[in-house]
């Protein structure tokens, strides 16, 4: 279904009618594809009007204890978290968050992604602590529940390590990056854009303590992964 931000209200009216539940996910589904497309053109404005009308659709077609629900509000969070509308960001995450550990349980690996969000969002106010606490209980229960060699372990290290960079705190920085990297290179491979992502922060960490032959090679070795992924 094609769809733009222009008719996203009349697909929100239309949940309003008596569909079925495969007519219902599908609109659902369009919405989110829109949100994407418009964020991924830099569009944050315009996807935050959808992300608004998906949240209400799924309030009106799933519920307010729906996961659907929560992810529509996570959706949302994201988007004011980029425009700066940390408040706004705030309350909708924590709303998301209720809504998975109530309907799939706290050691939900969703629940886990929530939390990550949150920690996120609290590492771009500076509220380092509460963003500490929160990264650690995700990567906790993604060990629990995913396994030692999921790509989302990496995601969190690799978060933790720019949490503890932040705060100066470079040996436990490092360790983190160096941990994330070899996740991600034995689950998602040497070349992957994440592996670029990850060489590159620690290549500005090696900068900030001295280590620039270290920091260059890591660069030359994300930029040969950049170049071949095109990402």
């Known amino acids: ?52 009308n998906a949240v209400k659709f799924a309030e009106i077609n799933y519920g307010p204890n729906h996961p659907n629900l929560a992810t529509s509000m996570n959706n949302l969070a994201t988007l004011y978290r980029i425009i700066g509308r940390y408040d706004d960001a705030e309350m909708y995450y924590s709303q998301a968050l209720i809504i998975r550990n109530n309907a799939l349980g706290h050691q939900h690996p969703s629940v886990a992604t929530s939390l990550n969000n949150l920690a ?3 590492r771009v106010q500076g509220r380092y602590a509460e963003a500490e606490r929160l990264y650690l209980k995700a990567l906790r229960i993604r060990q629990n529940a995913l396994g030692s060699n999921h790509p989302d372990l990496g995601q969190s290290l690799n978060n933790l390590g720019l949490l503890y960079k932040n705060q100066s705190r470079y040996a436990e920085a490092e360790q983190c990056y160096e941990k994330a990297l070899a996740n991600w290179e034995q689950a998602l491979g040497p070349d992957h854009p994440n592996v670029a992502t990850v060489l590159e922060n620690m290549a500005e960490l090696y900068k900030k303590t001295g280590r620039q032959d270290e920091a260059n090679a890591l660069l030359a070795r994300a930029q040969k992964i950049r170049t071949i992924t095109g990402q």
Do not use: P
């Open 1 to 52: 279904m094609k769809v733009n931000h222009k008719i996203c209200l009349a697909i929100v009216i239309l949940g309003n009618l008596a569909l079925n539940a495969f007519a219902q996910d599908d609109l659902w589904q369009t919405l989110n594809a829109e949100i994407l497309k418009l964020s991924q053109k830099g569009k944050h404005y315009d996807a935050v009007l959808v992300a608004r």
């Open 120 to 122: 996120g969002l609290y």
